[in-house]
């Protein structure tokens, strides 16, 4: 009892300490942040690039979102409370009342329900890429105008987290009504900052929203984007004092260079990322319609050499399977070695590799592998596909297009095999898997695939709630999954942010979407 008292004093001393120590927050002054590449259009809901939400984020605001000092816990945003049914098929919120959109109109729980509807039930030429994660929601009622109840058709206990989402920008119904995909090409939100302008290939300006329903936020007077997808030129821009931040991820070399150069001037966090590239094949173009010649093409990449090396030049880290390393149910390194593609005998799993493609009738494979022209870390990933393919005979174009034509191609199919990306914005494996069930129940699925058989492991996955039948129907699925070879993980990131020295209140996750609000950064004189 004496120890443990004295370990709670500790506690609350350290706390006191802390915020004693904790500077007071000042209002003003603009945040200039990088990013890589202008976003391909505003809407939230069509894709799962980081440059969307660190884009228009900051205009938007969400029913919850996570609170980085429990993560992954989450509160609430528009929410002020919520409760969910003891049965797991009711969750019931109470909005915050007197919020209002940029134009000044109300926001209330029937934007809400049109937001919602338009994700789970998109119209005809709308795109939603959380259509599968809401699919679990039978209908929704809005009591009045600041209370919302979403009614499943089956518990799922990845829901919370699923309605944190950054990608669920609350839009305007009176908006969607008039126009389904006015949030392609306008920006009209209720975050804490209003749209300014976009000079596309330049930046971006978002301004204080003073009618913002959080009081005393934001901090800042605004933000100005600056989009540099050099580099070289961003970190010249960091150096020199053009931007304070880029939120996404610089290298190890990069790291270096910044604290020689800027002293106590410059600042970094670090964290392990929920982010990892996925090498997809397409499925409905011969030869990669053949398992046979995608397993070959897995088989010859060698993760653990492509792990020790590439970590020192680029973000590229960790060798894992579909759920990041680290995390609650990954493979552990005995499981992972187990699988096709993850041995430790690269020359055995190449002779393989070369059986395969012989047997399949393509012996001389010659494609083009479609990749995003983006330095880190996609060029050196790139670079050593190619390297990994020519060591069994196959040829291959390196083919590196910029980020919107990249995504078009990939998500149009107008590709062989593409190294795509796996950004898990939330850890539960209900979301992590989402991309791997059949193209035709998935927006995420790239490779065309329809697999019933995953459909329905899947679904008995989303519904178990004991953590050790979960971890069963994972490794069962994941074993699926790399048999199939229609998308295969090639290596997970490594996370570190460069900020001057000055930017204060933004927190670090495992995600580059999260924390993207800017509602609680100031600058410090």
């Given at each position: 009892m004496i120890r443990s008292f004295a370990i709670g004093l500790a506690i609350v001393l350290g706390a006191g300490m802390a915020s004693a120590q904790t500077p007071t927050p000042t209002r003003g002054g603009t945040l200039d942040f990088a990013v890589v590449s202008d976003p391909p259009n505003y809407d939230c809901h069509a894709h799962e690039t980081y440059v969307v939400v660190q884009s228009v984020g900051p205009f938007y605001s969400t029913l919850l979102k996570f609170d980085h000092s429990r993560y992954p816990e989450v509160k609430g945003d528009l929410a002020r409370s919520w409760t969910v049914s003891a049965d797991g098929l009711t969750y019931s919120f109470q909005l915050n009342p007197d919020v209002k959109f940029h134009d000044g109109s109300a926001l209330t729980s029937a934007d809400v329900k049109a937001t919602y509807d338009r994700m789970r039930n998109p119209p005809q030429g709308v795109i939603s890429l959380r259509q599968a994660t809401f699919a679990d929601i039978a209908s929704i009622d809005t009591p009045s105008p600041t209370e919302?109840?979403?009614?499943?058709?089956?518990?799922?206990?990845?829901?919370?987290?699923?309605?944190?989402?950054?990608?669920?920008?609350?839009?305007?119904?009176?908006?969607?009504?008039?126009?389904?995909?006015?949030?392609?090409?306008?920006?009209?939100?209720?975050?804490?900052?209003?749209?300014?302008?976009?000079?596309?290939?330049?930046?971006?300006?978002?301004?204080?929203?003073?009618?913002?329903?959080?009081?005393?936020?934001?901090?800042?007077?605004?933000?100005?984007?600056?989009?540099?997808?050099?580099?070289?030129?961003m970190l010249n821009a960091m150096q020199g004092g053009q931007i304070k931040a880029e939120f996404r991820t610089?290298?190890?070399?990069?790291?270096?260079?910044?604290?020689?150069?800027?002293?106590?001037?410059?600042?970094?966090?670090?964290?392990?990322?929920?982010?990892?590239?996925?090498?997809?094949?397409?499925?409905?173009?011969?030869?990669?319609?053949?398992?046979?010649?995608?397993?070959?093409?897995?088989?010859?990449?060698?993760?653990?050499?492509?792990?020790?090396?590439?970590?020192?030049?680029?973000?590229?880290?960790?060798?894992g399977g579909l759920v990041r390393p680290g995390a609650p149910f990954a493979a552990s390194a005995t499981e992972l070695a187990a699988l096709p593609g993850f041995g430790r005998d690269i020359n055995a799993a190449r002779a393989e590799a070369r059986r395969l493609l012989a047997e399949a009738g393509?012996?001389?494979?010659?494609?083009?592998?479609?990749?995003?022209?983006?330095?880190?870390?996609?060029?050196?990933?790139?670079?050593?596909?190619?390297?990994?393919?020519?060591?069994?005979?196959?040829?291959?174009?390196?083919?590196?297009?910029?980020?919107?034509?990249?995504?078009?191609?990939?998500?149009?199919?107008?590709?062989?095999?593409?190294?795509?990306?796996q950004n898990q914005v939330l850890e539960d494996p209900t979301y992590t898997l989402l991309r791997y069930i059949s193209s035709d129940r998935s927006p995420e699925n790239p490779s065309k695939l329809v697999d019933r058989e995953l459909d329905g492991l899947y679904e008995k996955l989303v519904r178990e709630t004991n953590a050790t039948a979960r971890t069963a129907l994972i490794r069962a699925f994941e074993a699926r999954v790399m048999d199939n070879a229609a998308q295969v993980p090639f290596l997970w990131w490594n996370r570190l942010v460069a900020m001057d020295a000055r930017v204060n209140g933004w927190a670090m996750s495992p995600s580059h979407v999260h924390g993207q609000d800017l509602v609680d950064v100031w600058l410090a004189p």
């Amino acid at each position: 009892m004496i120890r443990s008292f004295a370990i709670g004093l500790a506690i609350v001393l350290g706390a006191g300490m802390a915020s004693a120590q904790t500077p007071t927050p000042t209002r003003g002054g603009t945040l200039d942040f990088a990013v890589v590449s202008d976003p391909p259009n505003y809407d939230c809901h069509a894709h799962e690039t980081y440059v969307v939400v660190q884009s228009v984020g900051p205009f938007y605001s969400t029913l919850l979102k996570f609170d980085h000092s429990r993560y992954p816990e989450v509160k609430g945003d528009l929410a002020r409370s919520w409760t969910v049914s003891a049965d797991g098929l009711t969750y019931s919120f109470q909005l915050n009342p007197d919020v209002k959109f940029h134009d000044g109109s109300a926001l209330t729980s029937a934007d809400v329900k049109a937001t919602y509807d338009r994700m789970r039930n998109p119209p005809q030429g709308v795109i939603s890429l959380r259509q599968a994660t809401f699919a679990d929601i039978a209908s929704i009622d809005t009591p009045s105008p600041t209370e919302i109840v979403f009614r499943l058709s089956a518990p799922n206990p990845a829901m919370l987290q699923n309605f944190a989402s950054p990608y669920n920008c609350v839009y305007s119904a009176a908006k969607l009504k008039d126009d389904p995909r006015f949030p392609l090409q306008n920006i009209m939100g209720s975050g804490a900052f209003r749209f300014v302008e976009h000079v596309r290939g330049s930046h971006l300006v978002g301004q204080r929203f003073d009618g913002y329903f959080v009081k005393d936020r934001p901090y800042l007077d605004g933000f100005r984007i600056a989009y540099i997808p050099q580099p070289s030129a961003m970190l010249n821009a960091m150096q020199g004092g053009q931007i304070k931040a880029e939120f996404r991820t610089i290298g190890p070399a990069d790291k270096a260079r910044l604290e020689q150069a800027m002293g106590n001037r410059i600042k970094f966090q670090e964290a392990t990322w929920s982010t990892g590239l996925i090498v997809a094949f397409n499925t409905e173009k011969a030869p990669f319609n053949d398992p046979r010649v995608r397993r070959a093409l897995s088989l010859a990449l060698d993760r653990n050499a492509a792990s020790a090396g590439l970590r020192r030049t680029s973000i590229l880290r960790e060798v894992g399977g579909l759920v990041r390393p680290g995390a609650p149910f990954a493979a552990s390194a005995t499981e992972l070695a187990a699988l096709p593609g993850f041995g430790r005998d690269i020359n055995a799993a190449r002779a393989e590799a070369r059986r395969l493609l012989a047997e399949a009738g393509v012996s001389n494979l010659k494609f083009a592998l479609v990749n995003r022209s983006v330095a880190q870390p996609y060029t050196p990933a790139g670079i050593f596909l190619v390297d990994q393919w020519r060591q069994i005979g196959v040829e291959v174009e390196h083919r590196q297009l910029e980020t919107s034509p990249y995504v078009q191609a990939v998500r149009a199919g107008n590709f062989d095999v593409a190294l795509d990306f796996q950004n898990q914005v939330l850890e539960d494996p209900t979301y992590t898997l989402l991309r791997y069930i059949s193209s035709d129940r998935s927006p995420e699925n790239p490779s065309k695939l329809v697999d019933r058989e995953l459909d329905g492991l899947y679904e008995k996955l989303v519904r178990e709630t004991n953590a050790t039948a979960r971890t069963a129907l994972i490794r069962a699925f994941e074993a699926r999954v790399m048999d199939n070879a229609a998308q295969v993980p090639f290596l997970w990131w490594n996370r570190l942010v460069a900020m001057d020295a000055r930017v204060n209140g933004w927190a670090m996750s495992p995600s580059h979407v999260h924390g993207q609000d800017l509602v609680d950064v100031w600058l410090a004189p």
